[in-house]
């Protein structure tokens, strides 16, 4: 088995499956994406003609691999370990998936969106577009905070794809529209998502690259 992860280490959909492949301790090589070098992105765009990240590539199955909830089903399928990342269940199963999409589609892209609008030239941003991905992140934290006031994980007792999903979005989210008082669950949510090893990690590797990460203007 060869394993290749094409990321970026403050990447918050890199994080995603990285936090799959140090869950099950799976073996794997990384290859460093830096958009800010054209090799470097010539070289990516072959494999991922989007240009987005990650991809896995497993040379062992001659199979390119993109999207992080993709990845870390093909891991699971592939590569299984100790971690289960969807239950056997059809129904959870299911359940798993959705919590997935939420976190993807309702904390991590508007917390992508505000993000990208810091990256702006200053005569292009957009802060009404800005509030408005602020109050969606703040009606998915009432989400979340519901959730989790009962819930250790996403799921409940199990570490499954949908914390793999809710660890770099809600890490990112907090500092783009902090959570607050009001959200204490889900402050606490992200408080053991950041205990879990897998991620410490992952955030610990990331370290280097923080000052990279656009501050509010
Ligand atoms: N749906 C994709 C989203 C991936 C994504 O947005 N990746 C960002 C990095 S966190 C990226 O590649 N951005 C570069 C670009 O958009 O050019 C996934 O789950 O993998």
């Known amino acids: 088995m060869a394993l290749t992860y094409h990321y970026h280490p403050l990447a918050s959909f890199c994080w995603k499956a990285l936090i799959a492949l140090y869950e099950n301790d799976t073996p794997f090589e990384t290859v460093l994406v830096d958009p800010a070098d054209e090799q470097s992105r010539a070289a990516f765009l072959k494999l991922s003609p989007l240009g987005k990240m990650p991809v896995l590539h497993d040379d062992g199955r001659n199979r390119t691999i993109p999207e992080s909830s993709i990845i870390i089903e093909y891991l699971g399928r592939h590569y299984p370990g100790a971690t289960r990342f969807l239950p056997e269940d059809p129904d959870l199963d299911l359940q798993t998936r959705l919590r997935d999409r939420f976190y993807d589609l ?107 990460f656009p501050q509010e203007p």
Request: proline share 6%; net charge neutral; with cysteine.
């Open 106 to 212: 309702y904390v991590h892209d508007p917390m992508q969106r505000v993000v990208a609008d810091r990256l702006r030239p200053a005569d292009r941003k957009d802060s009404y577009g800005v509030e408005q991905e602020k109050t969606k992140l703040r009606n998915a934290y009432a989400i979340i905070e519901r959730e989790m006031a009962s819930n250790h994980w996403a799921m409940g007792d199990d570490f499954t794809l949908a914390d793999c999903a809710a660890a770099p979005a809600l890490f990112y989210a907090n500092k783009v529209e902090p959570f607050g008082e009001a959200h204490g669950h889900v402050a606490q949510y992200l408080g053991r998502l950041m205990q879990r090893p897998s991620f410490a990690r992952v955030v610990e590797e990331a370290q280097p690259y923080f000052r990279l």
